[in-house]
Structure formats: C-alpha cells, structure tokens
C-alpha cells in the first residue's frame, strides 16, 4: 500500500506528537517499525533505543514543528524540542523515510537555539521570536 505525501506529513505529525508529547509508548509503536533504522549519532539503534531515551528525558519534553515537508517517501520536519533539560532548546531537522505508512528511517540535525545575544544575524532561529521573548 502506498501513501501520498500529504499522509505522509500527517503520519509523522501524529507519530511526533504520540511520542514526544504524548508520551504513549503503547500507541507510538504502530507508528515507528520494530526494524526501524536510526541514523542520529546520540541515539541508541532501533524503535528502542529511540523509545528509551524518549523516557530517560524529563516529562515536560515537548516537540513543536514549525514546516513539514515531503517529497516521495521521504518526510522533513523543521522543529523545536524544548523541556530537555538542558540549557537550551534543541532546533531539529528530521528526515523520516516513510514505507508503507510506517516510519522505517531516520536522520536529523540538532543544534541549541540561541537568543537574540548570540544571534550573528539579529535573527530567531525558530519562528518570529527568541527564546527569551515567548
């Protein structure tokens, strides 16, 4: 079965939420394939690996998105995690490749917000304010 784009985007809108916001384990598994394939450097190989470091990082994580796209069956997400607990928000860059309406490959690019201080271009990096100004 394949899927369009726009269901890839609402797939990996609701697999996010489900997971980071949520927090229903449960629920996320029908999202993220058990051979699911994780590209990142600072997580864990696999759906578990993915789960646990989910559930080591403090209950007030949340992810936000501000642009999804897709082309194929590959899904960008431009977002921000917040809640961490560390000392800056993440801004994230996911890519998801999407198989059969089920996330089964993911990469990203993660770096620290920064304010309006350490801004080189004057400029937000996550929608139109810093995070010291929300």
Request: proline residues 7%; hydrophobic residues 40%.
């Amino acid at each position: 079965m394949s899927t369009t784009e726009d269901q890839n985007k609402a797939l990996v809108r609701e697999a996010f939420d489900t997971l980071f916001n949520q927090r229903d384990y449960p629920a996320a598994e029908r999202f993220w394939s058990p051979d699911y394939i994780q590209h990142s450097a600072h997580i864990p190989p696999g759906r578990d690996g993915l789960f646990n470091l989910v559930k080591s990082l403090p209950a007030e994580l949340k992810h936000e998105w501000e642009l999804i796209m897709a082309e194929g069956d590959m899904v960008m997400v431009r977002g921000r995690f917040t809640g961490h607990g560390q000392p800056a928000p993440w801004i994230a860059v996911d890519f998801l490749r999407v198989e059969d309406a089920i996330l089964m490959e993911h990469w990203d690019v993660i770096e620290d917000e920064v304010s309006r201080e350490q801004s080189a271009s004057g400029l937000p990096m996550y929608g139109d304010a810093f995070p010291e100004e929300r």
